[in-house]
RNA sequence: GGCCUGUUGGUGAAGCGGUUAACACAUAACCCUCUCAAGGUUACAUUCAUGGGUUCAAAUCCCAUACAGGUCACCA
């Protein structure tokens, strides 16, 4: 019996070769040096940290060397899949900007000429690699059982023996042709195996584009590559849509760094040129000393949706990320201040080899000057954007007083140095409620040094009557509040007091304090005369009159 | 257990045989200031996991040790 005639028993309705794929999927037709990337999760609704951070450059690199960027939804798990988990995933990239060249657009859909972008329909693809291997005599079915597995493990232990599927071991490797076909006749269950013609003795040496120059051993273990069920491993899915989708850049976790060898001897038995890998070290968390992996489980941070809910922009995160990535990215962006990311050269030499501690504060520290960046109007829009999802009663004021609050945004934000108070657009709300009359009750004071209510009462009332004008200009009106602290016996500069404490009940500052927590309640708030041009004479009047 | 990787301050890091070991976040103090947010100034690693070696000279090269992580699935 010759091998094709037994591979037509064992995958009888494969009659395509490797060659008519070839064919289908063309090379691609790019410039010298454009990278071809994907991101190829599993479909489990949702992108973590870890995921969005390896995408985020997976694009970055294709982006900027005018490649492509492709999504591949990898679902040859069944028990893993999530409903609606590919929509998810693609709303997930979409929201932080990342948009893909090719691949998967819905549930079911996709665009590009290198398809189908999800594994579960490119079962007699990866069949039809199977049985090349078949036909060369570089595979052979396994009828091995989980039970026969654990045994040959136990004994591999027994005896101190390297443990897997590989060499003498490999038992079903010796079966004859017949053998097979009885095995089959009486409905043995069995997968495709790999012969690998490695031996661990050898050294293989490969250049990782972020790990370096790396000695490995050979792989020799006779992996699975299509399981019972028909559909390959992750192993074998990757060389065949690898391949076939023309990918230049392999950008994954470096768990999978010591899977290299197989994959490379995976190419290497069929005769294709490996593609490059990129591997990067797992955005780490600390936990009681120790470092482990950033948890979506575990961790809320890890999640997306963290960011999502509490307001903090995408953009900010991405400026996070692309930092983590290459640190000079900081700096260059400092001086950098009008430009994006799409101006900055990501690159795999940079990028660190061994994981770093995901830390929120610097996250927050880069949206905050991020958002201190923005137009009052943009800051308008993206409050509004998350108020819409999460804060019902913030929609509704935000809808009702627009102009408004894009005012009360405005605040200290048309300057050099604008004000930087907003980390999240969540922090809005708590900085500035006291803008909004509907939120302006059920009120607790904080009064300072001047707490005696006589004295506010009084101070408030001079104010009010004999100083106070709608149309005073900054200068003017804190002038006036300097003559008033004067009548009433506070000095009108801080240094002076400081001078002669004895002199004066107090200063400027603390009758100005008076002031703001009159009208606002808090003893922080940003620039008084601000907050009482947008208030305006009449709520002034009355915020005064609830003292 | 085998194989592989990593280790510079609280954190992210620069560094590539001769530097006062950049810079950023965080922390603290002071200054500025009507309060905050900022901004400014300063402080924060005599030392680069540890121990050896090579060298006139080592965070940088070599060896060993320790610790941490990954991997060894019909999961990706």
Not at 209 to 237: M, Q, R, S, W
Not at 378 to 398: F, G, S
Not at 444 to 459: A, P, S, T
Not at 491 to 513: C, F, I, L, Q, R
Request: proline share 3%.
């Amino acid at each position: 019996m010759t091998n094709k005639e037994f591979a037509d028993i064992l995958l009888p309705n494969i009659d395509k070769t490797i060659e008519d794929y070839d064919k289908i999927y063309p090379k691609r037709n790019l410039e010298d040096g454009a990278i071809v990337t994907r991101y190829a999760p599993s479909p489990t609704g949702y992108v973590h940290m870890g995921a969005l951070f390896s995408a985020f450059i997976s694009s970055k690199m294709a982006k900027q060397t005018n490649g492509v960027f492709f999504l591949r939804i990898e679902d040859t798990d069944k028990k893993r899949e999530v409903e609606n988990g590919v929509s998810g995933i693609i709303r997930d990239l979409k929201n932080y900007g990342i948009k893909i060249d090719e691949g998967m657009i819905s549930e079911s859909e996709w665009i590009g000429e290198y398809g189908p972008y999800i594994q579960s329909k490119r079962k007699e693809i990866y069949q039809t690699f199977a049985k090349h291997l078949l036909i060369n005599d570089l595979a052979y079915p396994c009828f091995c059982n989980e039970e026969d597995l654990e045994n040959i493990r136990k004994e591999q232990e027994s005896i101190k023996d390297r443990i897997g599927y590989y060499g003498k071991w490999a038992k079903d490797r010796y079966l004859s042709k017949e053998e097979v076909i009885k095995k089959i006749e009486n409905g043995e269950k069995y997968v495709i195996r790999l012969k690998s013609p490695g031996k661990f003795e050898n050294k293989i040496i490969y250049d990782d584009l972020v790990k370096g120059k790396l000695e490995l051993p050979e792989n020799d273990l006779d992996i699975i590559i299509i399981k019972g069920d028909g559909l390959p491993t992750y192993h074998f899915a990757h060389l065949v849509d690898d391949y076939l989708m023309r990918t230049t850049h392999i950008i994954r976790g470096d768990e999978w760094l010591s899977s290299v060898p197989i994959h490379l001897q995976l190419f290497q038995v069929f005769g294709f040129k490996p593609p490059k890998y990129a591997h990067i070290a797992p955005l780490l968390k600390e936990e009681n000393g120790n470092r482990r992996k950033l948890s979506k489980r575990k961790d809320p941070e890890a999640a997306i949706s963290y960011y999502h809910e509490k307001g903090i922009p995408t953009e900010a995160v991405l400026l996070y990320l692309c930092t983590v990535a290459n640190s000079n990215f900081e700096m260059w962006y400092l001086q950098n201040k009008d430009k994006s990311i799409d101006d900055f050269k990501l690159e795999f030499k940079k990028i660190s080899s061994s994981g770093s501690l995901f830390d929120v504060e610097k996250l927050l520290n880069i949206s905050k000057n991020y958002i201190s960046l923005l137009k009052a109007d943009e800051v308008y829009n993206k409050t509004l954007e998350y108020a819409k999802n999460y804060d019902n009663e913030l929609y509704e004021l935000l809808t009702k007083y627009k102009d408004y609050s894009i005012n009360v945004m405005n605040i200290e934000r048309e300057q050099k140095k604008p004000r930087k108070d907003l980390a999240m657009f969540s922090d809005y709300k708590k900085e500035n409620w006291y803008m909004y009359d509907e939120l302006f009750i059920n009120l607790e004071y904080n009064f300072d040094k001047i707490n005696d209510l006589g004295e506010i009462k009084k101070i408030i009332s001079f104010y009010i009557s004999k100083y106070y004008d709608a149309n005073d200009d900054k200068e003017t009106w804190f002038n006036k509040i300097k003559l008033l602290s004067e009548e009433l016996g506070y000095a009108k500069e801080v240094k002076e007091y400081k001078e002669h404490p004895d002199n004066y009940k107090g200063h400027v500052g603390d009758v100005s304090m008076v002031l703001r927590v009159c009208l606002t309640t808090k003893t922080m708030t940003p620039d008084l005369y601000e907050i009482m041009k947008l208030l305006g004479k009449e709520r002034i009047e009355k915020r005064f009159e609830m003292i």
